[in-house]
């Protein structure tokens, strides 16, 4: 099996906002030009159609993956989103990463009239959609068709049975480093609770089919500040943070900050510890986070 540890990194930028279309394009040739690996968009109400913005972002780009990071499965029917998906891939020119979530946000589905199932019907739905999507996709007598002979497909999330639908299915694996407290109340995993996630997914890759490499494991990234004080942006944090100790989130791989040669130096150290080696930057960060790809390049 590939040691995590020696795996390239990649970054993603995570884009929230349009603007005008010459907005868009000029947002993504920033992002191309600054170095970012791949660019994302996310599947919220209220944030511009993810596939529309992508195929966008493929005009106004030639090196970056795009990808959305990630979709709500309970917006799609398998059906429909495999005829997105492929008719997607030809527009991007095969630069396609499909992410696919269970869905957290009750009130959208509300307003959008879909149900929103407990989180064991959610699961279920996410599985279903991953194994439908793929079977259409690689069936030779499916149209349109794909340009990649498999579209890369990451799934994110923490909880047990995501963990093990991805290690079933994904090219990738996106932690996003969230919890819920006692009162089920959002709150960021402390680090040895993200590392016993990970320690989770290790156990369910062994039932990871013979044929698929050992997925790549990405971490989602909420806070960049170069030489700044860390503790500073502790409120910009998703989720509650006091249950962490400062240490703990000086140390934590949701906040990165410090010169850049340091965060860096985390960067490793994450890769090192956790595994992860592809790191999605929310887009407020996107030339923050800049001096720190110039410096891991140099």
Same mark, same amino acid.
């Given at each position: 099996?590939?040691?995590?540890?020696?795996?390239?990194?990649? %970054?993603?930028?995570?884009? %929230?906002?349009?603007?005008?279309?010459?907005?868009?394009?000029?947002?993504?040739?920033?992002?191309?030009?600054?170095?970012? !690996?791949? #660019?994302?968009? @996310?599947?919220?109400?209220?944030?511009?159609?993810?596939?529309? %913005?992508?195929?966008?972002? /493929?005009?106004?780009?030639?090196?970056?993956?795009?990808?959305?990071?990630?979709?709500?499965? =309970?917006?799609?029917?398998?059906?429909?989103?495999?005829?997105?998906?492929?008719? /997607?891939?030809? $527009? &991007? =020119?095969?630069?396609?990463?499909? +992410?696919? =979530? &269970?869905?957290?946000?009750? @009130?959208?589905?509300?307003? @959008?009239? *879909?149900?929103?199932?407990?989180?064991?019907?959610?699961?279920?739905?996410?599985?279903?959609?991953? &194994?439908?999507?793929?079977?259409?996709?690689?069936?030779?007598?499916?149209?349109?068709?794909?340009?990649?002979?498999?579209?890369?497909?990451? #799934?994110?999330?923490?909880?047990?049975?995501?963990?093990?639908?991805?290690?079933?299915?994904?090219? &990738?694996?996106?932690?996003?480093? +969230?919890?819920?407290?006692?009162?089920?109340?959002?709150?960021?995993?402390?680090?040895?609770?993200?590392?016993?996630?990970?320690?989770?997914?290790?156990?369910?890759?062994?039932?990871?089919?013979?044929?698929? @490499?050992?997925?790549? *494991?990405?971490?989602?990234?909420?806070?960049?500040?170069?030489? +700044? !004080?860390?503790?500073?942006?502790?409120? !910009?944090?998703?989720?509650?943070?006091?249950?962490?100790? !400062?240490?703990?989130?000086?140390?934590?791989?949701?906040?990165?900050?410090?010169?850049?040669?340091? #965060?860096?130096?985390?960067?490793?150290?994450?890769?090192?510890?956790?595994?992860?080696?592809?790191?999605? #930057?929310?887009?407020?960060?996107?030339?923050?986070?800049?001096?720190?790809?110039?410096? $891991?390049?140099?």
């Amino acid at each position: 099996m590939t040691n995590q540890a020696d795996r390239p990194f990649r %970054f993603a930028v995570n884009m %929230f906002s349009a603007g005008t279309a010459a907005d868009w394009r000029a947002k993504c040739r920033r992002a191309e030009e600054l170095g970012y !690996d791949v #660019i994302l968009v @996310a599947d919220h109400l209220g944030m511009p159609a993810p596939f529309p %913005f992508l195929a966008a972002a /493929a005009g106004a780009t030639e090196r970056p993956r795009l990808g959305t990071y990630v979709l709500n499965a =309970g917006f799609w029917n398998p059906a429909l989103l495999a005829r997105e998906v492929a008719t /997607a891939d030809q $527009l &991007t =020119g095969g630069r396609l990463e499909l +992410g696919l =979530g &269970t869905g957290y946000v009750r @009130a959208e589905h509300e307003s @959008a009239g *879909l149900p929103f199932g407990s989180p064991r019907e959610r699961v279920d739905h996410l599985a279903h959609t991953v &194994t439908e999507v793929g079977r259409l996709l690689a069936d030779p007598g499916h149209m349109p068709a794909a340009v990649q002979p498999r579209v890369p497909v990451v #799934i994110g999330g923490n909880g047990d049975r995501v963990l093990r639908t991805a290690a079933r299915h994904a090219t &990738t694996m996106a932690f996003t480093g +969230g919890g819920t407290g006692p009162d089920g109340t959002p709150r960021l995993l402390a680090p040895a609770a993200l590392e016993e996630r990970v320690a989770a997914y290790r156990r369910f890759e062994a039932e990871r089919p013979a044929e698929l @490499a050992p997925a790549e *494991l990405n971490f989602l990234v909420q806070v960049v500040t170069v030489d +700044g !004080d860390p503790l500073a942006r502790r409120g !910009d944090l998703m989720g509650d943070t006091a249950h962490l100790t !400062d240490e703990e989130l000086s140390d934590h791989p949701a906040l990165l900050s410090g010169p850049a040669e340091d #965060i860096a130096a985390r960067l490793h150290a994450h890769r090192a510890r956790y595994g992860f080696s592809y790191f999605t #930057i929310l887009e407020p960060y996107m030339e923050e986070f800049a001096p720190v790809l110039e410096y $891991l390049r140099a």
